[in-house]
């Protein structure tokens, strides 16, 4: 099934002897000089055309290499500041999942850092430009371009190791800082730059245009229609709603997304929320983030202000996706705000899982827990919620209110072993731009210490289903977990366990209620 | 040699103070246009500021990375705190502009702390080094100048060791000498190998410290994923350049007239 070797489970966490170099034949497809220039990157020129394309950096790519991390450097504090700070200790170099699971020494986020702060020494500081062996400082050259190219894709800016360094370096500034670099002298990565270019022209992710999102969420309507007898509704572009959800494009057909949206639906439903999705802001993810281009991280979450604009929203909730939660949380008041024309009573945005959690509390839900008895639950932390983004009022919020939603609509649930989880969880392996086919080998190698935590969860607890609120862990994890025994549908969306357990006025015994149901639409 | 010595300390400490104060002024004036915390993190000022105490003072989040290296490193710097607070009395004339310090410095129990202090020091330095060696993933990424800086503050620590322990100095000589340099007034320094090892080192450290990894120093209090209040959707965050795109994006209009 892979032309790779499957890295073999251990019951304890083993940290393996670093081997330079054993992944650096992994490197994603270069992004297509029209993909570059959509983006506001120069185009890079075509060196061989054909099945596997190669592309040649832009002239004078050094200096303009160089001057781009200057003006990076003077643009960003993190980045500056992390570059000095490191002392070598070494305190992260066993927290990487990429590292855990490939061995590769370059992959321990200070050797990561280190293969841009050696050339940041060089040029920017005393002691690389004149004492540069003394120091690890080396010269900008074509092959520091290229180890460039693939170990920052090897890096899902999961943050893991910033939570454990003594100076709060983060690896994930410094990987967006290169891929910024990169992109900007004509080594953009495919996948995440065609990704973000279908943003600009369709409107989501995955280039779904309206017209057929339309068709996918009539579709859905039938099927919750047809499992539970309630005329429940996804609402596309209507004016005057009073909620704008955004959600991953994943959210409309891929599993076990899908579920998840039903579960928002039937949630939205049962507390009589005049709600819409909007075809501008079809897609809640924003891959500007992991490219680190703060230009085109605003220009996507533009259309989530113009939007609510548009159709003169009061509240916007934000469907179950990590990275897109992190833009929301974190930086769209920022890059989009202010929001003084929405209803300052609600946070703005609001999570999915916060919204739920208060309509459980005020008591708006009906809910049925055996529903949800064929499972055992764990849940995973995704990174860009657990290290990147907040829930609630009270820092930790986001690891209370998921796991307050699941246990609400569930009766069996353990968390997986310490270590794994909150703050200190692992990545699923394909977060940070990597969710494409090109770096199967890292996926399936990153996943190991969270499927070592799963694995021991079912050994020692009887787990059967891993829960999750993001969109790219539900995908790496049904196309990965795979490779190490689980089976797709073990993976579940945790409005998908809402959606299971939640009772509609209408059905069962209450269905004379339905009339009035309908009236009200 | 006492004229030499005299110079490279006062250099050094010009450098020192120089270097590290364009350095911060240069992180201060750097933007940080997005809240970049690592959370859960706290949500007001106050939280902060306990957040970054507990990291300067106890290393709290290398206490739960490692605990081999925390020792070590937790035993070298405090160590180090508590001889340079002993080394004041060299630098404090009981009746000059600092002397209200006099009192608390010359405590008995300020210096007999800081003089045992120097072996959790060595002791630290020591347990850094080995690691450094002996633990493959740590080696791999170690440069020359890794070592060096720690066998630099190694050899400070013996030499000072050295004069409390083994072959002593007249430090009311040093004193005199020190007190000297600060009212440019040079006195002669006591003649002693050591002690010249010693200053020599210590002025070597503080060249170096501006421009080497020693810059963690003020880069500990800088780093945005640590010093930042988490409440960005309560409190518009907008630094001055990226306030700029605020200004250019002017699609708000066109929205609204729709």
């Given at each position: 099934?892979?032309?790779?070797?499957?890295?073999?489970?251990?019951?304890?966490?083993?940290?393996?002897?670093?081997?330079?170099?054993?992944?650096?034949?992994?490197?994603?497809?270069?992004?297509?000089?029209?993909?570059?220039?959509?983006?506001?990157?120069?185009?890079?020129?075509?060196?061989?055309?054909?099945?596997?394309?190669?592309?040649?950096?832009?002239?004078?790519?050094?200096?303009?290499?160089?001057?781009?991390?200057?003006?990076?450097?003077?643009?960003?504090?993190?980045?500056?500041?992390?570059?000095?700070?490191?002392?070598?200790?070494?305190?992260?170099?066993?927290?990487?999942?990429?590292?855990?699971?490939?061995?590769?020494?370059?992959?321990?986020?200070?050797a990561?850092?280190?293969?841009?702060?050696?050339?940041?020494?060089?040029?920017?500081?005393?002691?690389?430009?004149?004492?540069?062996?003394?120091?690890?400082?080396?010269?900008?050259?074509?092959?520091?371009?290229?180890?460039?190219?693939?170990?920052?894709?090897?890096?899902?800016?999961?943050?893991?190791?910033?939570?454990?360094?003594?100076?709060?370096?983060?690896?994930?500034?410094?990987?967006?800082?290169?891929?910024?670099?990169?992109?900007?002298?004509?080594?953009?990565?495919?996948y995440?730059?065609e990704?973000?270019?279908?943003?600009f022209t369709?409107?989501?992710?995955?280039?779904?245009?309206?017209?057929?999102?339309?068709?996918?969420?009539?579709?859905?309507?039938?099927?919750?229609?047809?499992?539970?007898?309630?005329?429940?509704?996804?609402?596309?572009?209507?004016?005057?709603?009073?909620?704008?959800?955004?959600t991953?494009?994943?959210?409309?057909?891929?599993?076990?997304?899908?579920?998840?949206?039903?579960g928002?639906?039937?949630?939205?439903?049962?507390t009589g929320?005049?709600?819409?999705?909007s075809?501008?802001?079809?897609?809640?993810a924003?891959?500007?983030?992991?490219?680190?281009?703060y230009?085109?991280?605003?220009?996507?979450?533009?259309?989530?202000?113009?939007?609510?604009?548009?159709?003169?929203?009061?509240?916007?909730?934000?469907?179950?996706?990590?990275h897109?939660?992190?833009?929301?949380?974190?930086?769209?008041?920022?890059?989009?705000?202010?929001?003084?024309?929405?209803?300052q009573?609600?946070?703005?945005?609001?999570?999915?899982?916060?919204?739920?959690?208060?309509?459980?509390?005020?008591?708006?839900?009906?809910?049925?827990?055996?529903?949800?008895?064929?499972m055992?639950?764990?849940?995973?932390?995704?990174?860009?919620?657990?290290?990147?983004?907040?829930?609630?009022?009270?820092?930790?919020?986001?690891?209370?209110?998921?796991r307050?939603?699941?246990?609400?609509?569930?009766?069996?649930?353990?968390?997986?072993?310490?270590?794994?989880?909150?703050?200190?969880?692992?990545?699923?392996?394909?977060?940070?731009?990597?969710?494409?086919?090109?770096?199967?080998?890292l996926?399936?190698?990153?996943?190991?210490?969270?499927?070592?935590?799963?694995?021991?969860?079912?050994?020692?607890?009887?787990?059967?289903?891993?829960?999750?609120?993001?969109?790219?862990?539900?995908?790496?994890?049904?196309?990965?977990?795979?490779?190490?025994?689980?089976?797709?549908?073990q993976?579940?969306?945790?409005?998908?366990?809402?959606?299971?357990?939640?009772?509609?006025?209408?059905?069962?015994?209450?269905?004379?209620?339905?009339?009035?149901?309908?009236a009200?639409e | 040699?006492?004229?030499?010595?005299?110079?490279?300390?006062?250099?050094?400490?010009?450098?020192?103070?120089?270097?590290?104060?364009r350095?911060?002024?240069?992180?201060?004036?750097?933007?940080?246009?997005?809240?970049?915390?690592?959370?859960?993190?706290?949500?007001?000022?106050?939280?902060?500021?306990?957040?970054?105490?507990?990291?300067?003072?106890?290393?709290?989040s290398?206490?739960?990375?490692?605990k081999?290296?925390?020792?070590?490193?937790?035993?070298?710097?405090?160590?180090?705190?508590?001889?340079?607070?002993?080394?004041?009395?060299y630098?404090?004339?009981?009746?000059?502009?600092?002397?209200?310090?006099?009192?608390l410095?010359?405590?008995?129990?300020?210096?007999s702390?800081?003089?045992?202090?120097?072996f959790?020091?060595?002791?630290?330095?020591?347990?850094?080094?080995?690691?450094?060696?002996?633990?493959a993933?740590v080696?791999?990424?170690?440069?020359?100048?890794?070592?060096?800086m720690?066998?630099?503050?190694m050899?400070?620590?013996?030499?000072?060791?050295?004069?409390?322990?083994?072959?002593?100095?007249?430090?009311?000589?040093?004193?005199?000498?020190?007190?000297?340099?600060l009212?440019?007034?040079?006195?002669?320094?006591?003649?002693?190998?050591?002690?010249?090892?010693?200053?020599?080192?210590?002025?070597l450290?503080?060249?170096?410290?501006?421009?080497?990894?020693?810059?963690?120093?003020?880069?500990?209090?800088y780093?945005?994923?640590?010093?930042?209040?988490?409440?960005?959707?309560?409190?518009?965050?907008?630094?001055?350049?990226?306030?700029?795109?605020?200004?250019?994006?002017?699609?708000?209009?066109?929205?609204?007239?729709?």
């Open positions: 099934m892979a032309d790779f070797e499957v890295p073999e489970l251990k019951e304890y966490p083993v940290v393996p002897m670093p081997k330079d170099g054993v992944m650096s034949h992994l490197s994603p497809f270069v992004a297509k000089p029209e993909f570059q220039e959509a983006l506001g990157y120069p185009g890079n020129k075509v060196q061989k055309e054909g099945e596997d394309p190669k592309y040649i950096l832009i002239d004078g790519w050094k200096e303009k290499a160089i001057d781009k991390m200057g003006d990076l450097l003077d643009r960003y504090r993190g980045f500056r500041v992390f570059m000095d700070s490191c002392v070598k200790c070494g305190a992260c170099t066993d927290k990487c999942h990429y590292y855990l699971g490939t061995n590769d020494a370059k992959n321990m986020p200070v990561r850092q280190d293969l841009l702060r050696s050339v940041y020494r060089r040029y920017f500081t005393f002691a690389g430009k004149y004492f540069p062996k003394l120091v690890g400082a080396r010269d900008l050259t074509e092959d520091v371009v290229d180890e460039w190219y693939s170990y920052f894709h090897q890096c899902s800016e999961c943050r893991r190791c910033s939570v454990f360094c003594p100076y709060g370096i983060d690896t994930a500034e410094v990987t967006m800082a290169a891929r910024e670099i990169l992109a900007h002298i004509g080594k953009g990565q495919k995440d730059n990704i973000i270019g279908k943003v369709i409107g989501n992710n995955l280039g779904l245009p309206e017209r057929a999102l339309a068709d996918s969420l009539e579709g859905l309507e039938e099927d919750i229609f047809d499992d539970i007898e309630v005329p429940v509704k996804l609402p596309l572009d209507k004016k005057g709603a009073d909620i704008l959800l955004v991953p494009s994943a959210d409309f057909f891929a599993e076990p997304h899908v579920d998840g949206l039903m928002y639906a039937k949630v939205f439903h049962a929320a005049n709600w819409t999705l075809s501008k802001a079809s897609e809640a924003n891959f500007g983030l992991f490219i680190g281009s230009e085109n991280m605003q220009r996507i979450s533009m259309r989530i202000r113009e939007a609510a604009l548009e159709l003169g929203v009061k509240r916007i909730v934000y469907g179950e996706c990590g897109a939660w992190r833009v929301g949380y974190s930086f769209l008041n920022t890059l989009a705000g202010p929001f003084d024309f929405l209803d009573s609600y946070p703005i945005p609001q999570h999915i899982c916060e919204y739920t959690k208060d309509a459980l509390d005020q008591g708006l839900l009906n809910i049925d827990k055996s529903a949800n008895d064929d055992v639950l764990t849940f995973h932390d995704s990174c860009n919620v657990a290290r990147a983004s907040g829930m609630g009022n009270y820092p930790g919020g986001q690891f209370d209110i998921p307050a939603v699941i246990k609400a609509v569930c009766n069996n649930f353990v968390d997986m072993e310490p270590g794994t989880t909150h703050d200190a969880t692992f990545c699923c392996g394909g977060g940070g731009g990597l969710l494409t086919d090109d770096l199967m080998e996926r399936v190698k990153g996943i190991l210490p969270r499927a070592s935590a799963l694995t021991n969860a079912v050994k020692e607890n009887g787990v059967t289903h891993m829960a999750a609120i993001c969109a790219i862990c539900k995908s790496q994890f049904t196309k990965v977990l795979p490779y190490y025994g689980f089976t797709m549908d993976i579940v969306s945790v409005h998908q366990l809402v959606s299971n357990a939640i009772v509609l006025e209408s059905q069962g015994e209450e269905d004379n209620d339905s009339d009035d149901d309908d009200e | 040699m006492s004229t030499l010595i005299a110079v490279l300390l006062s250099l050094a400490t010009i450098v020192m103070i120089v270097g590290l104060a350095k911060a002024r240069q992180y201060r004036a750097t933007p940080a246009p997005l809240k970049i915390p690592v959370t859960p993190a706290p949500k007001t000022t106050g939280g902060v500021v306990l957040r970054l105490a507990k990291e300067v003072i106890f290393f709290a290398l206490f739960r990375s490692n081999w290296t925390w020792l070590f490193g937790w035993m070298f710097h405090v160590g180090l705190a508590l001889a340079f607070i002993r080394h004041l009395r630098v404090i004339d009981p009746d000059g502009m600092l002397g209200f310090m006099w009192p410095i010359s405590l008995e129990v300020v210096q702390f800081g003089k045992y202090a120097g959790a020091m060595v002791i630290g330095l020591l347990g850094l080094f080995a690691r450094r060696i002996l633990v993933r080696r791999y990424i170690s440069a020359p100048s890794d070592y060096l720690l066998l630099l503050i050899f400070i620590g013996f030499s000072g060791l050295m004069m409390s322990f083994v072959s002593h100095v007249d430090i009311v000589g040093v004193k005199t000498f020190m007190l000297g340099i009212n440019l007034d040079l006195q002669e320094l006591p003649e002693s190998a050591p002690l010249m090892i010693h200053l020599s080192l210590v002025a450290l503080g060249f170096i410290l501006p421009v080497s990894k020693l810059l963690h120093i003020p880069g500990v209090f780093a945005p994923t640590r010093n930042q209040v988490d409440n960005p959707r309560e409190k518009r965050h907008l630094s001055p350049w990226a306030a700029k795109y605020d200004a250019t994006r002017g699609s708000d209009k066109n929205a609204a007239a729709q």
